[in-house]
Structure formats: structure tokens, C-alpha cells
């Protein structure tokens, strides 16, 4: 779980993000990054990965892989799962997320 003041909690920031950040991805996340004085995150999950119990396995999952790799970077973050991530085992998802964060930092 993120600490509460490393989270993007309103939806004007998300949205912020998704509009002005640098967009990277692969077939299971999508991440926008953009530049910011502190690191923040959120997890958005549509309908379309799944019923609620998928959806939140797979947010957990992406939450976890956050929190053990946001404290390094000082940008605002939001990761969004693709239907493929519902089928994803642990480490391909942690992996996917860890690149696709990545490359978005680095362009941001």
C-alpha cells in the first residue's frame, strides 16, 4: 500500500497526468508520467480487465510493484492495467510495470 501523501487521489490530478505526462506501455500497463516536486501514484483498473475480484487482485499487484519501486522518483505516476493484466502472473506484471514506468520517467 502506498503512504497516503504518495498518492494521487483526486481526479483532476489523474487527469492532469493522463493529458500532459509522457505515456509509455507494453500489453499489460500503460504509465503516464510527468514531473513533479514529490512522488505520487495511482492505479486505474477498468471493467475491461475483469469482474471486481480480478480487478482488485490486479490492483494490489500494481500497487505493490509501486510502492517497492516510487520512493526513487519524483514525478506524478498514474498506471493504467490492460485487459491482458487480469491473466498475468506477479512477476510478468511487477516486470511490465517496473519498464513501463521507466521509460515513462525517462521521457518525462
Request: glycine share 4%.
Amino acid at each position: 500500500m502506498l503512504p497516503r501523501a504518495q498518492r494521487l487521489t483526486g481526479p483532476k490530478d489523474i487527469r492532469d497526468v493522463f493529458r500532459t505526462g509522457a505515456k509509455r506501455g507494453n500489453g499489460l500497463v500503460v504509465c503516464y508520467a510527468r514531473k513533479s516536486d514529490r512522488p505520487r501514484a495511482a492505479v486505474v483498473v477498468s471493467n475491461a480487465v475483469g469482474n471486481a475480484p480480478t480487478r482488485n487482485r490486479v490492483k494490489r499487484r500494481l500497487r505493490h510493484a509501486l510502492a517497492m519501486t516510487l520512493p526513487q522518483q519524483s514525478v506524478d505516476l498514474v498506471v493504467r492495467a490492460l485487459p491482458a493484466s487480469a491473466h498475468a502472473s506477479w512477476n510478468e506484471l511487477a516486470s511490465a510495470t517496473i519498464d513501463s514506468m521507466t521509460r515513462a520517467v525517462a521521457d518525462a
